[in-house]
Nanobody, 125 residues
Framework: QVQLVESGGGLVQAGGSLRLSCAASGRTFSSYSMGWFRQAPGKEREFVAAITWNADNTYFRNSMKGRFTISRDNAKNTVYLQMNSLKPEDTAVYYC??????????????????WGQGTQVTVSS
């Protein structure tokens, strides 16, 4: 069992930055690939970014490439999402998720086993 707790959300002006953190419980964090998803009001949950269990590979939604970075610190059982050049359309609840190593389709929400409760990100224009 893995419990995930996101933090770092808030209100920021367009063009600003935020860093989201997702702290995981358990001693096997390093064997999980991690993803970030978001859901805006009235919209479906969508993929944002993912990082493999060994950090060898990262994946991003096209609209986030060059603006967002994902990283992990296995010693701290934490994955991060650095978000720069934020836009009002980035406003959403951001969720982190975990899946055991070996799963390849990290952009698919159904692939994940564990989810956090989400953190709100609001970007004002």
């Amino acid at each position: 069992q893995v419990q995930l707790v996101e933090s770092g959300g808030g209100l920021v002006q367009a063009g600003g930055s935020l860093r989201l953190s997702c702290a995981a419980s358990g001693r096997t964090f390093s064997s999980y690939s991690m993803g970030w998803f978001r859901q805006a009001p009235g919209k479906e949950r969508e993929f944002v970014a993912a990082i493999t269990w060994n950090a060898d590979n990262t994946y991003f939604r096209n609209s986030m490439k060059g603006r967002f970075t994902i990283s992990r610190d296995n010693a701290k059982n934490t994955v991060y999402l650095q978000m720069n050049s934020l836009k009002p359309e980035d406003t959403a609840v951001y969720y982190c998720a975990a899946v055991r190593e070996g799963v390849l389709s990290l952009w698919v929400s159904a692939a994940y086993d564990y989810w956090g409760q989400g953190t709100q990100v609001t970007v004002s224009s």
